[in-house]
């Protein structure tokens, strides 16, 4: 049964800091690239931050670059998004993704539930 549990959203004030985790249970989380999407009544949603099957190679959306860092913990089955410096303009449902990268499960791909962060003015 797979699953993606995510935690960690709330309510911050502008400037404030928060770090979602999304843990990972029924495949193997190693073979996965993991990420991060959000999104806001009405609009798409859009890739955030996304981080390869080793960890050691990250990409972020222009803005949240130098604010956001994703991280993995295999040992855990778990991925991380640090949020800095908060904007109301990140405010969303953030969702967590897992997609296979390696043969056997090719461009599989999971979404954890969302779980929505709102950033105060």
């Known amino acids: 049964q797979v699953q993606l549990v995510e935690s960690g959203g709330g309510l911050v004030q502008t400037g404030g800091s928060l770090r979602l985790s999304c843990a990972a249970s029924g495949f193997t989380f190693s073979n996965y690239a993991m990420s991060w999407y959000r999104q806001t009544p009405g609009k798409e949603r859009e890739l955030v931050a996304a981080?390869?099957?080793?960890?050691?190679?990250?990409n972020y959306a222009d803005s949240v670059k130098g604010r956001f860092t994703i991280s993995r913990d295999n040992d855990k089955n778990t991925v991380y998004l640090q949020m800095n410096s908060l904007k109301p303009e990140d405010t969303a449902v953030y969702y967590c993704?897992?997609?296979?990268?390696?043969?056997?499960?090719?461009?599989?791909?999971?979404w954890g539930q969302g779980t929505q962060v709102t950033v105060s003015s």
């Open positions: 981080i390869i099957r080793s960890g050691g190679s990250t």
């Open positions: 993704k897992a997609r296979c990268t390696v043969y056997g499960c090719y461009s599989r791909a999971y």
